[in-house]
């Protein structure tokens, strides 16, 4: 089973930093996509930054020159560094990995679920 744990949430002052970090677990051998994505109270939960294997990457548009997402594929870890936060940004931001290959009895087994982590929250005071 493939295990997302999430880190790096807290409480920062609007113009703040913060980074966020997801680890896979679970005899990884690739993962086709992984990125965050947020849920503000009452709101439906939305994009903020996937990152492909081959290094494409796709952004929210409220969050598009201020965070950046980045993966270790050795770790099959993937990143969040957030800037210039502003209170619109508070919300629980969940790690998704989408296609993940993991090591099976001598072979390669792909699963194309999604798998979603636990949650981080980030609250941003103005």
């Known amino acids: 089973q493939v295990q997302l744990v999430e880190s790096g949430g807290g409480l920062v002052q609007s113009g703040g930093s913060l980074r966020l970090s997801c680890a896979a677990s679970g005899n990884i051998h690739s993962i086709n996509v992984m990125g965050w994505y947020r849920q503000a109270p009452g709101k439906q939960r939305e994009l903020v930054a996937v990152h492909t294997r081959i290094g494409t990457t796709n952004y929210g548009d409220s969050v598009k020159g201020r965070f950046t997402v980045s993966r270790d594929g050795a770790k099959a870890a993937v990143y969040l560094q957030m800037t210039n936060l502003k209170p619109e940004d508070t919300a629980v931001y969940y790690c998704?990995?989408?296609?993940?290959?993991?090591?099976?009895?001598?072979?390669?087994?792909?699963?194309?679920?999604?798998?979603w982590g636990q949650g981080t929250p980030v609250t941003v005071s103005s």
């Open positions: 998704n990995a989408v296609g993940v290959t993991q090591y099976g009895l001598g072979t390669l087994e792909f699963n194309a679920d999604a798998f």
